[in-house]
């Protein structure tokens, strides 16, 4: 029996266990990420599930299983590994991560200080937030709570990334109206 990478042909005899699943669960994680770029979040889903089985102890894979679950629709199972992830090592994707699948449960207060968490990570591990994701997230969170004008002080920060971002410019007028109607 012979098992090959990209440079090397191995005989059984060559290789241990050990490196065979690794090489296994680092084929099944780039499958999973392409599949995932490509919108199959179902087969995503099969992989990361495969590479958790050789490796429970990877908080990325953890985190990525939720997001493809959280992407096609399966919120309350994408809870679990994301917890599973965070359990591993809490992160500012893994915290991002949570906050939106709890958001997608209808749980926006409770999704707060996972997108605190993952603003302050990020700032920790990058030194500012250079992404809108973050904050628009997080507006829409406080939005869904009826803070208007902490969700607009949420945009205002993306803003000042993207200040030509003509859809986060309609956010906040949105944003201003819904809260005048208050």
């Keep these: 029996v012979y098992i090959s990478d990209a440079e090397n042909v191995f005989t059984m ?27 199959n979040y179902k087969g995503a889903i099969e992989d990361y599930e495969q590479a958790i ?20 629709g399966y919120c309350f199972t994408a809870l679990e590994d994301v917890n599973k992830s965070i359990a591993i090592k809490s992160a500012a994707y893994n915290n991002h991560t949570k906050a939106t699948i709890l958001q997608c449960q209808g749980k926006c207060s409770e999704s707060l200080p996972f997108f ?54 309609k956010k906040v007028k949105t944003m201003s109206e819904l809260g005048m109607g208050k």
């Design 116 to 169: 605190n968490e993952a603003i302050r990570q990020y700032r920790i591990q990058y030194g500012k937030v250079d992404k809108i994701d973050y904050y628009v997230d997080r507006a829409d969170a406080k939005k869904c709570m009826g803070n208007y004008s902490g969700a607009i002080d949420d945009l205002e920060l993306a803003l000042a990334i993207e200040p030509n971002n003509e859809v986060l410019k």
């Design 53 to 72: 089985k050789i490796n429970d102890t990877d908080e990325v894979v953890w985190n990525n299983l939720a997001w493809a679950k959280y992407l096609n």
């Design 13 to 39: 005899e060559d290789l241990n266990f050990d490196l065979v699943n690794d090489m296994l669960f680092d084929d099944l994680k780039k499958s999973a990420q392409a599949k995932l770029t490509a919108k």
